[in-house]
């Protein structure tokens, strides 16, 4: 796993001298650069056990308490509407898709910390219980579909790693699809699903409704996703095997946009990318930075499940199955946002891959000792 990781950021370096703008790309591997010196270098070097990892988690866990509470107590004054939801979680994460995905990763965080405490600890228990709650009422005050979904996939994953099925599972997942993507765009059937610029709306206060514009496709957040996946999809046309570079995919996209799938919110005046991580990496490395990001998800989905069945110290266990499906809901939500390279997520899923990678180490060792 951490030699894939190296893999891409060797690879973004080699893409520099293809890339279409230089100076985006420079800072993105300086960025990158950063990240990993301090959420896989420095953090393979201080966790050494799983006291470490508890420690971890708590600190964690509580810087995100404070930013939770603070962001519910402000939505409370609002009535804990729908619409404003947006703006009062960007006071500390940045939107309501950041404040749902860092929620995402500590509860199960907050759940396999708790099962390693100790009976006798009433108030280490009640106060994680009292997080856990917490957590999952911010979850779903967030309003996020994505998160939400993700929390489904995280519970669904938790049972296929005790009945050791994750692999076959990721093998389906991988060719439905394949065989869905090769659908839509043979013959260009995605040019059906094309939306009405009059009728994709924002259903302000308006949860429900909300869910419904989602379900027919009338969703402006959802549309606006598609009017990007199809642009980026033609931007990989024009430079399958580079990609346009580190980056690049703001403003290059718009070149390739098409104005059927054009919703009025493709100003894009936040400058966000694709809404989807994978996409990402096709567009602006290529395929074969697609081909490493892709093999690394599924390596640490399958490599993590693995692990996971190999711990013989039940705490261990526990704190492992915290970080897989910590890892499971940043994939889960990867699907609708791009993430690797902020701040409040991106160095997560760097920690989670370090973190898995570290306790295979104990295991390996643990055997050893056994021989």
């Not at 409040?344 to 891959?353: C, H």
Request: with cysteine; charged share 15%; net charge positive.
């Amino acid at each position: 796993m951490i030699i894939i990781l190296l893999l891409l950021y060797f690879w973004a370096v080699f893409e520099y001298p293809f890339s279409i703008e230089k100076l985006k790309t420079i800072k993105y591997i300086i960025a990158k650069t950063l990240y990993y010196l301090v959420f896989l270098f420095l953090t393979f070097t201080i966790i050494r056990s799983k006291h470490d990892l508890q420690k971890f988690i708590y600190a964690y866990t509580a810087g995100l308490f404070i930013g939770v509470l603070y962001t519910i107590f402000l939505h409370a004054a609002d009535g804990f509407s729908f619409e404003n939801i947006n703006y009062i979680s960007s006071i500390i994460f940045v939107n309501h898709v950041f404040y749902a995905t860092v929620i995402g990763i500590g509860i199960p965080l907050t759940w396999f910390l708790l099962k390693t405490t100790p009976k006798f600890s009433v108030k280490r228990s009640f106060y994680l219980k009292f997080l856990l709650i917490l957590f999952l009422f911010a979850l779903i005050t967030s309003y996020t579909r994505g998160s939400w979904l993700a929390l489904i996939v995280c519970i669904i994953f938790y049972i296929l790693l005790n009945y050791k099925k994750v692999t076959l599972t990721i093998s389906i997942g991988v060719i439905v699809i394949t065989c869905f993507v090769g659908y839509l765009f043979n013959n260009d059937r995605y040019l059906d699903y094309a939306s009405d610029y009059t009728t994709t709306i924002f259903h302000e206060g308006d949860i429900e409704g909300h869910l419904a514009a989602t379900y027919s496709l009338k969703d402006v957040s959802g549309m606006e996703r598609i009017y990007r996946w199809v642009a980026g999809a033609n931007m990989v046309k024009e430079k399958p095997i580079m990609g346009s570079g580190p980056g690049t995919f703001y403003p290059e996209y718009k070149k390739f946009a098409i104005d059927r799938f054009r919703t009025y919110v493709s100003n894009n005046p936040e400058q966000s990318t694709t809404h989807n991580n994978f996409l990402l990496f096709l567009t602006e490395q290529g395929l074969v930075g697609f081909l490493l990001f892709t093999t690394l998800v599924i390596m640490v989905f399958i490599r993590g499940s693995k692990i996971y069945n190999e711990c013989s110290d039940p705490d261990t266990k526990h704190l492992t199955a915290g970080f897989y499906l910590a890892f499971t809901s940043i994939i889960v939500c990867m699907m609708f946002s791009d993430f690797t390279e902020s701040d409040k997520v991106g160095s997560f899923f760097l920690v989670s891959i370090t973190i898995l990678a570290k306790i295979n180490q104990w295991n390996k060792e643990n055997q050893l000792k056994s021989l």
